[in-house]
């Protein structure tokens, strides 16, 4: 590769075709790469084709940021190389090219971008001038789902202190000291770390950057780990989660750079054991902070033989009551309003199983109707509440757009206990941390962003963008996902 022809205004997202090197736009930006795939696979009408044209048909492209090569024949990534090694010759390239040539141009426009940015990221607060200290995530293509989720995590302040606080894995020493590094499928998974690239990215969110941090090497360990997230293509934030909160948990398990962290856990004294629930193995912060128990109580409605059964979790998901689903806004007045309340005690009323859902009765030795009731046994320190906005028809997956009206200050689940007598007046009451918020018609489609509380200050994150925000605008927000804090001091805000 001798040289790169740029045909694309955009310089977002760029993508070098390896059959004639020019370099468009990815499909997340204005989709130039693609359609020159696609251009070229129209057959020539006044031409005969030659086998030789049959070949080349500009299949395979580049990312010139992350060094990642896709098929779009395939529809996927490329791990392999050729004989003569020319893919890995092309990274070389794009890797000199950006190491010396666009080098010094790179820095003193990134100066200019950071002191012309600086204005408008100062604020009035209290008369004073200060800055905004909040960074943005870059979006790699269709991960809006995972910034949102970084980002609320982020702003959970015990959870994020904890990552923090890790040591380091030691840096890469040698040939490879200080060179970028660019992942690929082949790699064996022992080679990845989603504790380290996670403590990483939640190090770089609260520096006062004024330019957007990259998760690339976070967003690989994810495509290493968990293959439901590999690609691109839009995902649900809420599933992306609980994969990053359960493996995590995983890893928190084993050592961490000679380090256990179940020492860690034991000394802050923050996280006492009666704060612990256990999933899965041995307590870690995530079981810490965000594990709670349910008791699952069942019925047998022909014998009346109890069952009661503990199940611990990590978030709960709720049903938006079915005759609240056409209320889409929070002004329209077509019926009553829905509220978290109405969610919360939809999951929690006792619910007659139906014909599909029979109980194993032990008593009657078969199948019988019954019905089944929740109660919350432990409360989490952290509850992470999702409202269940996507359901599955005969043929496709739709989305409840109902507004459901939440409280800023003061959620109180003391109702919701199995036990409300044995916890104190404050330790049932929940204060708002951040919203993930879905906008668009499909889980396979649309945006989502959050927001998320920061030193008594709301901010609204949209992928690379970070802007201040008010309560009022937050309240009308369309919550999809939930995190309350537990309350620890007295305030003067009234409950739910």
Same mark, same amino acid.
């Given at each position: 590769?001798?040289?790169?022809?740029?045909? +694309?205004?955009?310089?977002?997202?760029? @993508?070098?075709?390896?059959?004639?090197?020019?370099?468009?736009?990815?499909?997340?930006?204005?989709?130039?790469?693609?359609?020159?795939?696609?251009?070229?696979?129209?057959?020539?009408?006044?031409?005969?084709?030659?086998?030789?044209?049959?070949?080349?048909?500009?299949?395979?492209?580049?990312?010139?940021?992350?060094?990642?090569?896709?098929?779009?024949?395939?529809?996927?990534?490329?791990?392999? !190389?050729?004989?003569?090694?020319?893919?890995?010759?092309?990274?070389?390239?794009?890797?000199?090219?950006?190491?010396?040539?666009?080098?010094?141009? #790179?820095?003193?426009?990134?100066?200019?971008?950071?002191?012309?940015?600086?204005?408008?990221?100062?604020?009035?607060?209290?008369?004073?001038?200060?800055?905004?200290?909040?960074? &943005?995530?870059?979006?790699?293509?269709?991960?809006?789902?995972?910034?949102?989720?970084?980002?609320?995590?982020?702003?959970?302040?015990?959870?994020?202190?904890?990552?923090?606080?890790?040591?380091?894995?030691?840096?890469?020493?040698?040939?490879?000291?200080? #060179?970028?590094?660019?992942?690929?499928?082949?790699?064996? !998974?022992?080679?990845?770390?989603?504790?380290? $690239?996670?403590?990483?990215?939640?190090?770089?969110?609260?520096?006062?950057?004024?330019?957007? =941090?990259?998760?690339?090497?976070?967003?690989? %360990?994810? @495509?290493?780990?968990?293959?439901? =997230?590999? &690609?691109?293509?839009?995902?649900?934030?809420?599933?992306?989660?609980?994969?990053?909160? !359960?493996?995590?948990?995983?890893?928190?398990?084993?050592?961490?750079? &000679?380090?256990? #962290?179940?020492?860690?856990?034991?000394?802050?004294?923050?996280?006492?054991?009666?704060?612990? +629930?256990?999933?899965?193995?041995?307590?870690?912060?995530?079981?810490?902070?965000?594990?709670?128990?349910?008791?699952?109580?069942?019925?047998?409605?022909?014998?009346?033989?109890?069952?009661?059964?503990?199940?611990?979790?990590?978030?709960?998901?709720?049903?938006?009551?079915?005759?609240?689903?056409?209320?889409?806004?929070?002004?329209?007045?077509?019926?009553?309003?829905?509220?978290?309340?109405?969610?919360?005690?939809?999951?929690?009323?006792?619910? $007659?199983?139906?014909?599909?859902?029979?109980?194993?009765?032990?008593?009657?030795?078969?199948?019988?109707?019954?019905?089944?009731? =929740?109660?919350?046994? *432990?409360?989490?320190?952290?509850?992470?509440?999702? /409202?269940?906005?996507?359901? @599955?028809?005969?043929?496709?997956?739709?989305?409840?757009?109902?507004?459901? $009206?939440?409280?800023?200050?003061?959620?109180?689940?003391?109702?919701? /206990?199995? $036990?409300?007598?044995?916890?104190?007046?404050?330790?049932?009451?929940?204060?708002?941390?951040?919203?993930?918020?879905?906008?668009?018609?499909?889980?396979?489609? &649309?945006?989502?962003?959050?927001?998320?509380?920061?030193?008594?200050? @709301?901010?609204?994150?949209? !992928?690379?963008?970070?802007?201040?925000?008010?309560?009022?605008?937050?309240? *009308?927000?369309?919550?999809?996902?939930?995190?309350? %804090?537990?309350?620890?001091?007295?305030?003067?805000?009234?409950?739910?």
């Amino acid at each position: 590769l001798v040289l790169l022809i740029f045909l +694309c205004r955009s310089n977002k997202s760029p @993508w070098v075709c390896l059959t004639c090197s020019s370099v468009h736009c990815g499909r997340y930006v204005n989709g130039h790469a693609k359609k020159h795939y696609e251009d070229a696979q129209i057959p020539m009408t006044n031409h005969k084709k030659t086998e030789k044209q049959d070949k080349v048909q500009h299949t395979v492209c580049m990312d010139c940021s992350s060094y990642s090569t896709y098929c779009y024949r395939c529809d996927d990534f490329v791990v392999n !190389d050729t004989k003569l090694g020319l893919v890995q010759k092309v990274r070389e390239h794009l890797q000199n090219l950006e190491n010396s040539a666009f080098t010094s141009d #790179r820095h003193r426009k990134r100066k200019l971008l950071e002191n012309s940015s600086l204005n408008s990221k100062l604020l009035k607060v209290n008369g004073s001038t200060t800055a905004l200290c909040a960074t &943005g995530l870059r979006n790699l293509g269709n991960t809006c789902f995972m910034n949102a989720i970084l980002q609320s995590l982020s702003n959970i302040q015990q959870f994020c202190c904890y990552f923090k606080e890790l040591p380091a894995v030691e840096l890469r020493n040698g040939k490879t000291a200080g #060179r970028r590094t660019y992942h690929t499928r082949s790699q064996g !998974d022992n080679n990845v770390s989603l504790v380290e $690239e996670f403590r990483k990215t939640l190090c770089a969110l609260w520096q006062g950057s004024q330019t957007a =941090f990259s998760p690339e090497s976070l967003f690989y %360990v994810v @495509w290493k780990i968990m293959p439901n =997230f590999r &690609g691109y293509q839009q995902q649900d934030a809420h599933e992306f989660m609980r994969y990053l909160l !359960d493996h995590l948990h995983l890893e928190l398990q084993g050592g961490f750079n &000679g380090v256990s #962290r179940s020492v860690i856990l034991q000394e802050n004294s923050s996280l006492s054991a009666s704060n612990k +629930c256990c999933i899965n193995g041995a307590s870690t912060v995530v079981t810490a902070i965000f594990g709670g128990i349910l008791q699952n109580e069942v019925n047998c409605l022909i014998c009346g033989t109890e069952s009661r059964k503990f199940d611990p979790f990590l978030d709960l998901s709720l049903d938006i009551p079915s005759q609240f689903r056409n209320k889409r806004t929070k002004n329209q007045e077509n019926g009553p309003m829905c509220t978290l309340r109405d969610c919360l005690r939809s999951f929690t009323d006792l619910e $007659e199983l139906d014909e599909t859902e029979l109980y194993m009765c032990h008593k009657c030795k078969k199948k019988q109707k019954s019905t089944k009731k =929740f109660w919350i046994q *432990k409360l989490p320190k952290v509850l992470c509440l999702h /409202l269940k906005r996507f359901h @599955w028809t005969a043929y496709l997956r739709n989305k409840v757009d109902t507004y459901v $009206e939440f409280p800023l200050r003061g959620l109180d689940m003391k109702c919701y /206990l199995l $036990e409300p007598e044995n916890s104190g007046p404050e330790s049932c009451l929940y204060d708002l941390a951040a919203v993930v918020v879905h906008h668009g018609s499909g889980v396979g489609s &649309g945006h989502y962003t959050a927001y998320a509380a920061h030193e008594g200050r @709301w901010f609204h994150f949209n !992928d690379s963008t970070v802007t201040l925000t008010d309560e009022e605008t937050v309240v *009308k927000a369309k919550a999809y996902i939930l995190f309350y %804090v537990e309350r620890q001091a007295k305030s003067g805000s009234d409950k739910l």
